[in-house]
């Protein structure tokens, strides 16, 4: 082959290193870090009592605590039980719900799982998570939320902010939510898996950011992976 023909061989790409996993004194520091400066975090939906928890998960889909805070108020007066909320009837939820995305379904999901439950667990939440995510509307994440709010479980309900956080910091790195989910079962310590879950959540939703994350703000910015670091 002459010097001046092109190669008929590709390019050589090479593959961008996966950053170093967290050692288990790595994790454990991380997750000291956050139980040292919030020792009991609280999730941000308001309730009163699991059902109205199961309720506020559900409506969540999609849209902020905030705004289904703002919503819930005036329903949970007036429906606190599943028994309550058909009598109150869909059109009624509806009308509470409007301001929350995809609120039509999310109003059929209320008042079905409100009939299930009455009809298949005595009008009360079930501590089971088969039997929970078999309700409407709800999913893994929603089954893990009141899982651990609800009933104490060291479950590790991971939304779009976890997964961003363990996937950013090297944390609990994977492809989706599951994977994010196993890996965090595989290395939480014991002593953190109450708490881990929203701890994180509110680490990504305050200070690790998708578009711009505040790393000068960040008390784990010494073990996180991310090559990427804000400076301010």
């Given amino acids: 082959m002459s010097k001046s023909q092109p190669s008929s061989r590709p390019p050589l790409v090479r593959k961008a290193k996966s950053p170093k996993p967290f050692s288990k004194a790595e994790v454990t520091e991380f997750f000291a870090r956050f139980a040292a400066r919030e020792p009991e975090p609280k999730g941000e939906l308001e309730y009163l009592n699991p059902f109205t928890l199961l309720v506020a998960v559900v409506l969540s889909a999609q849209a902020t605590d905030a705004g289904v805070n703002k919503a819930t108020r005036a329903l949970f007066k007036l429906a606190d039980t599943p028994e309550k909320m058909v009598a109150l009837g869909e059109e009624a939820v509806r009308e509470h719900i409007k301001t929350i995305g995809l609120f039509r379904t999310k109003a059929k999901n209320v008042i079905a799982l409100s009939r299930?439950?009455?009809?298949?667990?005595?009008?009360?939440?079930p501590r089971d998570r088969d039997a929970l995510e078999a309700l409407p509307g709800v999913g893994r994440k929603t089954a893990n939320v009141v899982l651990n709010i609800a009933f104490g479980e060291p479950t590790m309900a991971v939304d779009t902010h976890i997964f961003r956080v363990g996937n950013r910091t090297g944390l609990?790195?994977?492809?989706?939510?599951?994977?994010?989910e196993m890996a965090l079962e595989r290395i939480v310590p014991d002593q953190f898996r109450l708490h881990a879950h929203h701890w994180l959540i509110l680490h990504g939703r305050y200070v690790c950011k998708a578009r711009k994350p505040e790393c000068p703000a960040c008390i784990v910015a010494d073990l996180c992976r991310y090559p990427d670091k804000t400076i301010a």
């Fill in 172 to 180: 609990a790195p994977g492809k989706n939510v599951l994977e994010v």
């Fill in 116 to 125: 299930q439950l009455i009809a298949l667990h005595g009008g009360v939440v």
